[in-house]
């Protein structure tokens, strides 16, 4: 399939996924999805889903609304689509459950996307042919983690992040890709 043709199916079943997640109470049988860590971090990632409403993103899935009727620090799945380089959504760090979903309409168009950003922890690509897109992207793409038909970092993978993204002093754990450390400084 061409780049372009992959994001409806893709799309289609990550909203299916967002919308059927249990917000709530993490201690209680089915919740899948717990609070934010404070009310001023949550309050901070609706003002970025706010944020993707006024630039134009196209809203796929409104975690808002999983949140409703509950007492806490919640929110949902964000989903928005035609997001463009320059929305505030694409730009910054948003640290919450919201996917800004860029179209491109070449691996090169993703490749200098994924370049041209200031930051740096990680790139997911979703293929049918793994082995061919590492080759093509494995020493082009500069960040810290390239992972290969999965969604987000694992939890036990070691963090220290990449460009304006770094967290500390050194990049201890060198670039990675999914589920293998590489030791290389860009």
């Given at each position: 399939?061409?780049?372009?043709?992959?994001?409806?199916?893709?799309?289609?079943?990550?909203?299916?996924?967002?919308k059927?997640?249990?917000?709530?109470?993490?201690m209680?049988?089915g919740?899948?999805?717990?609070?934010l860590?404070?009310?001023?971090h949550?309050?901070?990632?609706?003002?970025?889903?706010?944020?993707?409403?006024?630039?134009?993103?196209k809203?796929?899935?409104?975690?808002?609304?999983?949140?409703?009727?509950?007492?806490?620090?919640?929110?949902?799945?964000?989903?928005?689509?035609?997001v463009?380089?320059?929305?505030?959504?694409?730009?910054?760090?948003?640290?919450?459950?919201?996917?800004?979903?860029?179209?491109?309409?070449?691996?090169e168009?993703?490749?200098?996307?994924?370049?041209?950003?200031?930051?740096?922890?990680?790139?997911?690509?979703?293929?049918?042919?793994?082995k061919r897109?590492?080759?093509?992207?494995?020493?082009?793409?500069?960040?810290?983690?390239?992972?290969?038909?999965?969604?987000?970092p694992?939890?036990?993978?070691p963090?220290?992040?990449?460009?304006?993204?770094?967290?500390?002093?050194?990049?201890a754990?060198?670039?990675?890709?999914?589920?293998?450390?590489r030791?290389?400084?860009?």
């Amino acid at each position: 399939m061409p780049v372009g043709d992959v994001a409806e199916p893709l799309l289609d079943l990550l909203v299916k996924k967002a919308k059927a997640v249990e917000v709530g109470d993490g201690m209680k049988s089915g919740v899948e999805m717990g609070p934010l860590v404070t009310g001023d971090h949550r309050n901070k990632v609706v003002g970025y889903i706010e944020k993707g409403f006024a630039e134009g993103a196209k809203p796929l899935c409104d975690g808002r609304e999983a949140a409703k009727g509950k007492d806490g620090f919640f929110v949902g799945p964000t989903i928005f689509d035609n997001v463009t380089p320059q929305m505030t959504i694409a730009k910054e760090e948003i640290f919450g459950p919201v996917l800004s979903v860029i179209r491109v309409k070449s691996l090169e168009d993703a490749i200098d996307l994924v370049n041209s950003s200031k930051f740096g922890n990680t790139t997911s690509i979703f293929t049918g042919d793994e082995k061919r897109a590492r080759l093509r992207i494995e020493d082009r793409v500069r960040n810290g983690r390239r992972e290969y038909r999965v969604a987000a970092p694992m939890a036990f993978f070691p963090f220290s992040g990449w460009k304006q993204s770094f967290f500390g002093d050194l990049h201890a754990h060198g670039r990675m890709r999914s589920g293998s450390i590489r030791s290389r400084r860009s």
